[in-house]
């Protein structure tokens, strides 16, 4: 069972645009979600996160929205940059004891100059 | 500061030898997380350790999979009679635990082969 969903394995935008990834979950006991970003040949960089009590965390270029309701949270990237070209994972906590992540399968973002 | 280190980032192996990662996690990270990603696919949690204890063992561990983090700094993966199946990224993550929110921060993977 996938309880955390990146319905789209690939996204493609224009340099100076707006990029909008989006995780979905289905386990209602997650209370910490993350955004990671991974080039090839190395380990995934974390990006941002937001806790299960807010809605919104910006971080520069980055913004982390989250629709407890709707179980959904999306990452907006502005503007895209083609060095933002990666592939992005959402994962998932459930737990304050455990920080055990639960990770989407990823979405590949290109950035076009 | 230092990241999480791994070593080595490849090996190639031959199914049924045995094969050992070392991690070591950024300095006064209470937590070390083992990690493994197939192609297509996002990590998935393997075990993980705070301080020298090991907390949490995924199924997928299989009885041919060993960790240890003898002294709550490194941390080895032994995967013993490697399988074509075991062939994968296997990351290795550490945090600051504090009873609040963590994050975790990744190494650059080991990258194993079995032929």
């Known amino acids: 069972d996938q309880q955390v969903k990146q319905n789209s394995p690939s996204l493609s935008v224009q340099e100076g645009r707006i990029s909008i990834l989006n995780c979905d979950y289905t386990n209602s006991m997650f209370d910490y979600f993350l955004w990671y970003k991974k080039y090839p040949a190395e380990g995934p960089t974390f990006l941002i996160s937001i806790s299960s009590i807010k809605d919104k965390n910006e971080d520069g270029r980055f913004t982390v929205f989250l629709n407890k309701s709707a179980k959904h949270l999306s990452l907006h990237i502005v503007p895209s940059q083609p060095g933002d070209s990666a592939v992005y994972f959402c994962a998932a906590s459930g737990s304050s004891n455990t920080g055990k992540l639960i990770f989407g399968q990823g979405t590949t973002l290109q950035v076009k100059p | 500061d230092t990241g999480v280190s791994q070593n080595p980032r490849h090996k190639i192996t031959k199914r049924g030898q045995n094969v050992t990662f070392r991690c070591d996690p950024i300095s006064e990270h209470n937590r070390l997380y083992w990690y493994r990603q197939t192609l297509g696919q996002g990590p998935e949690f393997l075990t993980y350790f705070q301080n020298e204890a090991q907390l949490e063992k995924s199924r997928l561990l299989s009885d041919r999979f060993s960790a240890e983090r003898p002294k709550g700094s490194f941390s080895t993966l032994e995967i013993q009679r490697t399988e074509q199946g075991d062939s994968a990224m296997y990351l290795c993550?550490?945090?600051?635990?504090?009873?609040?929110?963590?994050?975790?921060?990744f190494g650059p993977g080991t990258r194993l082969l079995v032929l």
């Open positions: 993550a550490s945090s600051l635990w504090t009873r609040q929110m963590e994050t975790q921060y």
